[in-house]
Nanobody, 122 residues
């Protein structure tokens, strides 16, 4: 059983930056594809970014390309989402997710964190 704990959310002005972290425990982190999803009020959850278990491949939602970067530190069992040039439309609850040896474009994940709120004010 994998446990995921996100941190780093908060309130930021438009144009600002935040870095989310997701610490994993209970599994072999280096075998898990890791992803970031978000869900805004009244909207469906969407895949924002994903990184392969080796870190060699990444995926980004078109609307965040060039602004968000995901990375991982397998020695620390942690995945990051660096968010820059934030916009009010980035406001959502952000969730970390994990699935073993998964393709980076899948939406099907086995393990989920509790979520962290990101609010971008205009």
């Amino acid at each position: 059983q994998v446990q995921l704990v996100e941190s780093g959310g908060g309130l930021v002005q438009a144009g600002g930056s935040l870095r989310l972290s997701c610490a994993a425990s209970g599994g072999t982190f280096s075998t898990y594809t890791m992803a970031w999803f978000r869900q805004a009020p009244g909207k469906e959850r969407e895949l924002v970014a994903a990184i392969s278990w080796s870190g060699g491949r990444t995926y980004y939602l078109d609307s965040v390309k060039g602004r968000f970067t995901t990375s991982r530190d397998n020695a620390k069992s942690t995945v990051y989402l660096q968010m820059s040039s934030l916009k009010p439309e980035d406001t959502a609850v952000y969730y970390c997710a994990a699935r073993q040896y998964s393709a980076i474009t899948t939406n099907e994940y086995n393990y989920w964190g509790q979520g962290t709120q990101v609010t971008v004010s205009s």
